[in-house]
């Protein structure tokens, strides 16, 4: 599946974006998706995985309360939207399919991956 990540762009801390992952599959409902972080010199790192439905999340705890992902199965869509954003989450924003199942939080189970997308937060 070709995944395409968008909607990056700098903010100020505090501040808020949402993150798309298109699809052209029409086979995108059948994975499990994820997002993942990449800062500055350090290691690509879970964010959240969302099941094939959507109904079911699963969050890295520095970003409770704070993300939200969801998906639109019928447009081929996965959704992060990302608030009270903080200088560390800068970095790049991946988004990723697996036929593992769900939760998957580690990056080398998944099967296909997006461009990052680039967030900076400024503080």
């Known amino acids: 599946v070709q995944l395409q990540a968008s909607g990056g762009g700098s903010v100020q801390a505090g501040g808020s974006l949402r993150l798309s992952c298109a699809s052209a599959?029409?086979?995108?409902?059948?994975?499990?998706m994820g997002w993942f972080h990449q800062a500055p010199g350090k290691e690509r790192e879970f964010v959240v995985a969302i099941s094939r439905s959507g109904q079911g999340t699963h969050y890295a705890d520095s970003v409770k309360g704070r993300f939200t992902a969801s998906r639109d199965n019928d447009k081929n869509v996965l959704y992060l939207q990302m608030n009270g954003l903080k200088p560390e989450d800068t970095g790049l924003y991946f988004c990723?399919?697996?036929?593992?199942?769900?939760?998957?939080?580690?990056?080398?189970?998944?099967?296909?991956w997006g461009q990052g997308t680039l967030v900076t937060v400024s503080s």
């Open positions: 990723a399919a697996t036929t593992v199942g769900f939760p998957v939080r580690l990056a080398n189970i998944y099967d296909y």
């Open positions: 599959d029409s086979t995108f409902s059948n994975y499990a």
